[in-house]
């Protein structure tokens, strides 16, 4: 059974930073492309960043000098660390894991920025 568990959304002031993790079970995780992607309400899910098998990453412009992704083999997770955070932000981010036609997702975790 696949699982995708994201963690460490909440609530948070405009600058402040926040870390997700996704753990994972269930997926030869070493082999997957991992990316975290956001929708915020009324709007289409959007790639946030991306992160390769073998480590090359992907951001979109949004979140280029502000987000790192981050992966863990061994530990079969993946993080985004979130640094100038602005309301803009706020969306729900969820764990993707892509590796040919598998695709699979996270149930998702609400990051809130106020102003």
């Known amino acids: 059974q696949v699982q995708l568990v994201e963690s460490g959304g909440g609530l948070v002031q405009a600058g402040g930073s926040l870390r997700l993790s996704c753990a994972t079970s269930?997926?030869?995780?070493?082999?997957?492309?991992m990316g975290w992607y956001r929708q915020a309400p009324g709007k289409q899910r959007e790639l946030v960043a991306a992160i390769t098998r073998s480590g090359r990453t992907n951001y979109a412009d949004s979140a280029k000098g502000r987000f790192t992704i981050s992966r863990d083999n061994a530990k079969k997770t993946l993080s985004l660390q979130m640094t100038s955070l602005k309301p803009e932000d706020t969306a729900v981010y969820y764990c993707?894991?892509?590796?040919?036609?598998?695709?699979?997702w996270g149930q998702g975790t609400q990051v809130t920025v106020s102003s």
């Open positions: 269930g997926i030869m995780f070493s082999i997957y492309t």
């Open positions: 993707n894991a892509d590796y040919s036609n598998y695709v699979h």
